[in-house]
């Protein structure tokens, strides 16, 4: 039986979940805490395996609550209304969250991740910095870090660092300055292309999102051609052409 | 030697009668007899193969070894020999113990007992050389140090230590060399900038080139007095640790430098013979010539101080160094007494002047003037420096009086000189010119006629020198200037009002243009606002507000017959839709995938809504890439809300809605929504009865256009009222998406 704790400022928010966890889940709510002071003692005092974290808070917020904390040895799980920044950089450091209203699949599908994950609270916690920085550095674009997921590990890189993906058939092979080989990684290319959709990055081709910050050069052609700053040439499809254009024209 | 007296014959039999008329001419004719003939020099070749190149020469163990294009040949009963068949070798390298052979592909042999012994790192070197040219192997402190001439090879092989090494002392070496304890490199670093970059253990300089480096050979050598000899081409240049000295111009391309025992220094040339010069400071009066216009390529000087000479035809030379100083006996041999007879006195008057003139410091020794020590060279220098002649000019292939100065129109432009040069002997006159304004750098010729054409309009300096077979140069240029004016239409008048013209016009275009695109950018700008404020009402449609409290009270319904699970359902999949379409309005176009997923959370609260009165499909053809494809946001909708309001809605019985995505063509998907509703024509009359706001497909029709109109694409709309037996039997709507 897991042990979690709930954080929300909202009564209702906290007690739906609550429920919906004790009917349909193995896991045993410790304790629920309505703002940041609550839920450092309820920590303390309980060692959770898991944190449900609501971000908006009145006074300290869920992120300032996670700085706050000396020791993190638990699984977070961000719950959100409606904060496009917020899940913006959750997503870029790979980390868990729910909207609410909460779905239930959704809710289980979380809770799947957590339980197949193999806790490495090492990496846990660098996800949580890379998190934190990228909140603290503001919406500063490119400067934030991404985590790649490759068949090693978890990379956390610079967005501005990021070259191109490429797409291999059900993998994307990320390639990143600096680096003699590429990230293979499982996730698809038009992931990263949700997730990286407004940080001066563009689709050129089925195969390839590239980022503009890298392009040396385009060569106009039937579709054209674009030369990053790898040195490699990729091709621009034909009827993406001539918005590429006015993309790299701005 | 006998060869060489017929040659004297008829070469006098020729001339004779004139020579006998003009004592200084006379005196020329034997002065080229003694140069043609090199009395001092024996030929060896091999009896075999009697055109080889011989690269390099050495003295080993008492004998003579050469390196030729087929192997190493030993000097044998004045015939060379082969001793060592091997392809592609190179040169010798002596070390004091050994003697070693390197090849052009940077192995090293060692030759033992008239066998080659290959060095076992030779596998390892060549594949650092990666097939770069050779330029030199050398040996010093126990290790070769091997340089190419293109690539950055610079590789040490020290056998001390055993260990092999690419040396980055600079980016293209052209040569290695020790001395002293100095590893010095030199190379090219800027082809453009004409410079040799030295580099020495204590330090690097530079040294301007008058030649671009490109991928030639080089040579280098050290001198007795520390200074160093680099050659490239026909640039030879002087300098020590850090100063530049001299440098000069050979007519030929510089093989091999040498210097031998006594201080000579000896330029091996490409089709040019050997020069030789008194010492390092290479005074263009101490030049002695020998060997016609042979290609030398290597030379050597054995221990008893004979000097050899490796040809590329003609075997090999031999200088014995007795015979070097030329005597009384051999002046006699060569000079046939029919052109001494009567202009004895002369000679010896002119020869007694030179002596004087040229005898070096060391032996300025009075002696009498026929005794033994007449050296050849001094004889058969001839120092007076020739003169040189502009005998015509010719303009357009028309022959003109010569002047001085020619100012002529654009059409001639073509010119051709004809030079001459006089010397005392006539023959291996060259010339060096320049055509200033054209020309960079003198040009070194044996030619008489000298063409340009097409010159451009502008000012020109025609100046030429001559040179004697002996190396001096005549001391005034003969000079002829001209101008070629500029056509009327390169004129400064004209160019400079054709010049206000473009840019007037230029200007005119310029404004029209801004003009134009401003009016363009306002229509732009409208046609954007209108579009925003189009995709705001679809927003305000997609959110009607019918839909909305409709799709709460049904969820409220849930909730008061306690069915929490399924509120809970609806509640989510309600707000995942309005979260959909909050996201989708930011985004002028969304992927395929993402209007799909709108879609069916937009269908299944209608379900709810409605009751379950209708049931949905959604097709997409395996082809499309829902994830790839980009689609306008906020489009298809509309027109489902419409099959389901005004179709689906008011029907008796169970609907069916279908929408299926369908690949068209390349550049547009076919989108297709299908319901089995009452049909257009009765939901009109309908209509008339009822207040229900239809305004989305308004809405939708007037997006359609602006999309189009901002884009250029042919988003396009086609409406089928589908029909069983004659009666309505629901409504098709076929969109055509550009994609």
């Given at each position: 039986?897991?042990?979690?704790?709930?954080?929300?400022?909202?009564?209702?928010?906290?007690?739906?979940?609550?429920?919906?966890?004790?009917?349909?889940?193995?896991?045993?709510?410790?304790?629920?805490?309505?703002?940041?002071?609550?839920?450092?003692?309820?920590?303390?005092?309980?060692?959770?395996?898991?944190?449900?974290?609501?971000?908006?808070?009145?006074?300290?917020?869920?992120?300032?609550?996670?700085?706050?904390?000396?020791?993190?040895?638990?699984?977070?799980?961000?719950?959100?209304?409606?904060?496009?920044?917020?899940?913006?950089?959750?997503?870029?450091?790979?980390?868990?969250?729910?909207?609410?209203?909460?779905?239930?699949?959704?809710?289980?599908?979380?809770?799947?991740?957590?339980?197949?994950?193999?806790?490495?609270?090492?990496?846990?916690?660098?996800?949580?910095?890379?998190?934190?920085?990228?909140?603290?550095?503001?919406?500063?674009?490119?400067?934030?870090?991404?985590?790649?997921?490759?068949?090693?590990?978890?990379?956390?890189?610079?967005?501005?660092?990021?070259?191109?993906?490429?797409?291999?058939?059900?993998?994307?092979?990320?390639?990143?300055?600096?680096?003699?080989?590429?990230?293979?990684?499982?996730?698809?290319?038009?992931?990263?292309?949700?997730?990286?959709?407004?940080?001066?990055?563009?689709?050129?081709?089925?195969?390839?999102?590239?980022?503009?910050?890298?392009?040396?050069?385009?060569?106009?052609?039937?579709?054209?051609?674009?030369?990053?700053?790898?040195?490699?040439?990729?091709?621009?499809?034909?009827?993406?052409?001539?918005?590429?254009?006015?993309?790299?024209?701005? | 030697?006998?060869?060489?007296?017929?040659?004297?014959?008829?070469?006098?039999?020729?001339?004779?009668?004139?020579?006998?008329?003009?004592?200084?001419?006379?005196?020329?004719?034997?002065?080229?007899?003694?140069?043609?003939?090199?009395?001092?020099?024996?030929?060896?070749?091999?009896?075999?193969?009697?055109?080889?190149?011989?690269?390099?020469?050495?003295?080993?163990?008492?004998?003579?070894?050469?390196?030729?294009?087929?192997?190493?040949?030993?000097?044998?009963?004045?015939?060379?020999?082969?001793?060592?068949?091997?392809?592609?070798?190179?040169?010798?390298?002596?070390?004091?113990?050994?003697?070693?052979?390197?090849?052009?592909?940077?192995?090293?042999?060692?030759?033992?007992?008239?066998?080659?012994?290959?060095?076992?790192?030779?596998?390892?070197?060549?594949?650092?050389?990666?097939?770069?040219?050779?330029?030199?192997?050398?040996?010093?402190?126990?290790?070769?140090?091997?340089?190419?001439?293109?690539?950055?090879?610079?590789?040490?092989?020290?056998?001390?230590?055993?260990?092999?090494?690419?040396?980055?002392?600079?980016?293209?070496?052209?040569?290695?060399?020790?001395?002293?304890?100095?590893?010095?490199?030199?190379?090219?670093?800027?082809?453009?900038?004409?410079?040799?970059?030295?580099?020495?253990?204590?330090?690097?300089?530079?040294?301007?080139?008058?030649?671009?480096?490109?991928?030639?050979?080089?040579?280098?050598?050290?001198?007795?007095?520390?200074?160093?000899?680099?050659?490239?081409?026909?640039?030879?240049?002087?300098?020590?640790?850090?100063?530049?000295?001299?440098?000069?111009?050979?007519?030929?391309?510089?093989?091999?430098?040498?210097?031998?025992?006594?201080?000579?220094?000896?330029?091996?040339?490409?089709?040019?013979?050997?020069?030789?010069?008194?010492?390092?400071?290479?005074?263009?009066?101490?030049?002695?010539?020998?060997?016609?216009?042979?290609?030398?390529?290597?030379?050597?000087?054995?221990?008893?101080?004979?000097?050899?000479?490796?040809?590329?035809?003609?075997?090999?030379?031999?200088?014995?160094?007795?015979?070097?100083?030329?005597?009384?006996?051999?002046?006699?041999?060569?000079?046939?007494?029919?052109?001494?007879?009567?202009?004895?006195?002369?000679?010896?008057?002119?020869?007694?002047?030179?002596?004087?003139?040229?005898?070096?410091?060391?032996?300025?020794?009075?002696?009498?003037?026929?005794?033994?020590?007449?050296?050849?060279?001094?004889?058969?220098?001839?120092?007076?420096?020739?003169?040189?002649?502009?005998?015509?000019?010719?303009?357009?292939?028309?022959?003109?009086?010569?002047?001085?100065?020619?100012?002529?129109?654009?059409?001639?432009?073509?010119?051709?000189?004809?030079?001459?040069?006089?010397?005392?002997?006539?023959?291996?006159?060259?010339?060096?010119?320049?055509?200033?304004?054209?020309?960079?750098?003198?040009?070194?010729?044996?030619?008489?006629?000298?063409?340009?054409?097409?010159?451009?309009?502008?000012?020109?300096?025609?100046?030429?020198?001559?040179?004697?077979?002996?190396?001096?140069?005549?001391?005034?240029?003969?000079?002829?200037?001209?101008?070629?004016?500029?056509?009327?239409?390169?004129?400064?008048?004209?160019?400079?009002?054709?010049?206000?013209?473009?840019?007037?016009?230029?200007?005119?275009?310029?404004?029209?243009?801004?003009?134009?695109?401003?009016?363009?950018?306002?229509?732009?700008?409208?046609?954007?606002?209108?579009?925003?404020?189009?995709?705001?009402?679809?927003?305000?449609?997609?959110?009607?507000?019918?839909?909305?409290?409709?799709?709460?009270?049904?969820?409220?319904?849930?909730?008061?017959?306690?069915?929490?699970?399924?509120?809970?359902?609806?509640?989510?999949?309600?707000?995942?839709?309005?979260?959909?379409?909050?996201?989708?309005?930011?985004?002028?176009?969304?992927?395929?995938?993402?209007e799909i997923?709108?879609l069916t959370?937009y269908l299944?609260?209608e379900?709810?809504?409605?009751?379950?009165?209708f049931?949905y499909e959604i097709l997409v053809?395996?082809?499309?890439?829902?994830?790839?494809?980009?689609v306008?946001?906020?489009l298809i909708q509309p027109y489902v809300e419409n099959a389901i309001w005004h179709g689906i809605?008011?029907?008796?019985?169970?609907g069916i809605i279908r929408i299926q995505f369908l690949?068209?063509?390349?550049?547009?998907l076919k989108c297709v929504i299908e319901d089995n509703g009452?049909g257009r024509?009765?939901?009109?009359?309908?209509?008339?009865?009822?207040?229900?706001?239809?305004?989305g497909m308004?809405?939708t029709?007037?997006?359609v256009?602006?999309?189009?109109?901002?884009?250029?694409?042919?988003?396009?709309v086609k409406i089928n009222d589908l029909?069983?037996?004659?009666?309505?039997?629901g409504t098709r709507v076929e969109l055509y998406v550009?994609?």
């Open positions: 039986m897991y042990k979690a704790i709930i954080v929300d400022d909202e009564k209702g928010g906290r007690e739906h979940l609550a429920t919906i966890l004790k009917e349909f889940f193995d896991i045993e709510i410790k304790a629920q805490a309505a703002n940041a002071k609550e839920a450092v003692s309820a920590i303390e005092e309980h060692q959770p395996d898991l944190l449900f974290l609501d971000i908006e808070m009145p006074g300290e917020n869920g992120f300032d609550l996670l700085e706050k904390l000396e020791n993190i040895n638990f699984d977070v799980i961000f719950t959100t209304a409606y904060d496009h920044y917020a899940i913006k950089a959750i997503k870029y450091s790979a980390l868990d969250y729910l909207l609410k209203p909460i779905d239930a699949d959704e809710l289980e599908a979380a809770i799947n991740r957590f339980k197949s994950k193999i806790r490495n609270q090492e990496l846990t916690n660098n996800k949580l910095k890379t998190l934190l920085n990228n909140l603290s550095s503001g919406d500063s674009g490119q400067e934030q870090k991404i985590v790649i997921h490759d068949g090693e590990g978890l990379n956390f890189i610079k967005i501005k660092d990021i070259i191109r993906f490429h797409s291999e058939g059900s993998y994307t092979d990320v390639h990143v300055v600096g680096q003699d080989k590429h990230f293979v990684t499982s996730k698809q290319i038009g992931e990263y292309e949700e997730m990286l959709v407004n940080e001066q990055f563009y689709r050129i081709h089925r195969s390839y999102y590239i980022n503009l910050l890298h392009v040396k050069k385009y060569v106009r052609g039937d579709g054209g051609y674009v030369v990053m700053s790898d040195g490699s040439k990729l091709e621009v499809s034909r009827r993406k052409k001539a918005e590429f254009i006015q993309l790299l024209s701005q | 030697m006998l060869i060489v007296k017929q040659k004297i014959t008829t070469f006098h039999q020729k001339f004779g009668g004139l020579l006998r008329l003009i004592i200084i001419i006379q005196f020329v004719i034997f002065s080229e007899v003694l140069f043609a003939q090199n009395p001092s020099f024996s030929n060896y070749k091999s009896s075999t193969s009697p055109y080889l190149q011989f690269n390099d020469i050495v003295e080993h163990k008492n004998k003579m070894l050469f390196i030729s294009s087929e192997g190493v040949f030993e000097l044998k009963n004045k015939n060379l020999s082969k001793i060592i068949i091997e392809e592609n070798l190179s040169k010798f390298i002596k070390t004091p113990k050994n003697l070693y052979v390197w090849s052009i592909y940077g192995e090293i042999f060692e030759i033992k007992n008239n066998q080659l012994v290959p060095f076992p790192f030779n596998k390892l070197v060549q594949k650092r050389v990666e097939n770069k040219i050779i330029n030199s192997v050398i040996f010093a402190d126990s290790a070769f140090y091997i340089s190419t001439i293109v690539g950055s090879a610079l590789i040490q092989i020290d056998l001390k230590t055993e260990t092999i090494s690419n040396l980055k002392l600079s980016p293209y070496p052209y040569f290695v060399v020790k001395f002293d304890g100095k590893l010095i490199s030199g190379n090219n670093q800027n082809t453009s900038k004409n410079e040799l970059f030295v580099n020495t253990n204590s330090n690097s300089f530079t040294i301007p080139l008058a030649e671009a480096a490109g991928n030639s050979r080089t040579n280098i050598v050290q001198l007795q007095d520390k200074t160093y000899l680099f050659s490239k081409q026909h640039e030879v240049i002087r300098f020590n640790n850090a100063t530049f000295l001299n440098r000069i111009f050979v007519e030929k391309n510089v093989e091999f430098i040498f210097q031998d025992s006594q201080g000579k220094i000896w330029f091996a040339l490409n089709s040019g013979g050997i020069i030789s010069y008194a010492d390092g400071s290479l005074k263009e009066t101490n030049i002695t010539r020998y060997l016609g216009n042979q290609t030398v390529i290597s030379v050597a000087e054995d221990a008893k101080g004979n000097l050899w000479f490796g040809t590329s035809g003609n075997g090999v030379f031999k200088l014995e160094k007795e015979l070097e100083n030329i005597d009384a006996n051999s002046t006699i041999t060569y000079s046939s007494p029919a052109i001494f007879s009567s202009t004895e006195i002369e000679n010896e008057k002119v020869q007694s002047k030179f002596i004087l003139k040229n005898l070096p410091t060391d032996q300025q020794t009075e002696k009498p003037i026929n005794s033994k020590t007449i050296r050849t060279d001094r004889v058969r220098q001839d120092s007076l420096p020739p003169s040189v002649f502009i005998n015509s000019v010719k303009i357009n292939g028309k022959d003109t009086t010569t002047l001085s100065h020619y100012e002529l129109s654009h059409e001639n432009n073509a010119i051709e000189f004809n030079i001459s040069g006089i010397s005392n002997s006539p023959s291996g006159i060259q010339y060096k010119y320049m055509l200033e304004g054209f020309d960079k750098e003198w040009i070194y010729t044996v030619n008489t006629s000298i063409y340009y054409t097409s010159l451009a309009p502008g000012s020109y300096t025609f100046k030429v020198f001559a040179m004697n077979d002996s190396g001096i140069w005549s001391t005034v240029p003969s000079v002829i200037s001209f101008t070629i004016q500029p056509p009327f239409y390169m004129s400064a008048w004209f160019l400079l009002t054709l010049v206000f013209g473009v840019i007037i016009i230029g200007f005119l275009i310029y404004f029209l243009i801004q003009k134009q695109n401003q009016l363009k950018n306002k229509q732009i700008e409208e046609q954007k606002q209108r579009a925003l404020a189009s995709e705001l009402q679809a927003l305000r449609s997609q959110m009607n507000p019918h839909f909305i409290f409709n799709t709460l009270n049904s969820i409220q319904n849930f909730i008061s017959k306690n069915e929490s699970k399924d509120a809970s359902i609806y509640l989510s999949k309600f707000a995942k839709l309005m979260r959909a379409t909050l996201s989708n309005t930011k985004r002028q176009r969304i992927s395929l995938k993402d997923e709108t959370l299944e609260l379900q709810l809504r409605l009751n379950n009165k049931s053809d395996e082809t499309i890439d829902t994830q790839y494809e980009q306008p946001s906020m809605s008011h029907k008796e019985g169970n690949p068209e063509n390349e550049h547009l009452i024509e009765n939901a009109i009359k309908l209509k008339k009865n009822t207040t229900s706001p239809s305004f308004n809405i029709k007037e997006r256009e602006l999309l189009n109109s901002l884009n250029g694409n042919q988003l396009s029909k069983i037996n004659n009666q309505p039997a550009p994609i």
